[in-house]
Nanobody, 115 residues
């Protein structure tokens, strides 16, 4: 079965950095678009970044120039390098893949940016 397990969240001061990881299993990781979403309290879940099977990337305007999405197809792992973090980046971050008509989500990892 499809499993997505996020890790790497935590508490960081404004201007700091974090690297999120998502370990994927149950599907052919290298052939699918992978995405990171986030959901802040009281807000809708939003797309943060996505990466195609060939490595093409796309980012939300709010994180361009600060976040970098990458993937290691040998390790079936998705990453999100987050630099210059701001308090408004505080959210639960989710790994996502769409297989056919079904979207799969991990359990999420909390990122809190606060002094």
């Amino acid at each position: 079965q499809v499993q997505l397990v996020e890790s790497g969240g935590g508490l960081v001061q404004p201007g700091g950095s974090l690297r999120l990881s998502c370990a994927a299993s149950g599907f052919i990781f290298s052939t699918y678009v992978m995405s990171w979403y986030r959901q802040a309290p009281g807000k809708e879940r939003e797309l943060v970044a996505q990466i195609g099977s060939g490595g093409s990337t796309d980012y939300a305007d709010s994180v361009k120039g600060r976040f970098t999405i990458s993937r290691d197809n040998d390790k079936n792992t998705l990453y999100l390098q987050m630099n210059s973090l701001k308090p408004e980046d505080t959210a639960v971050y989710y790994c996502n893949v769409k297989l056919g008509w079904t979207r799969y989500w991990g359990q999420g990892t909390q990122v809190t940016v606060s002094s």
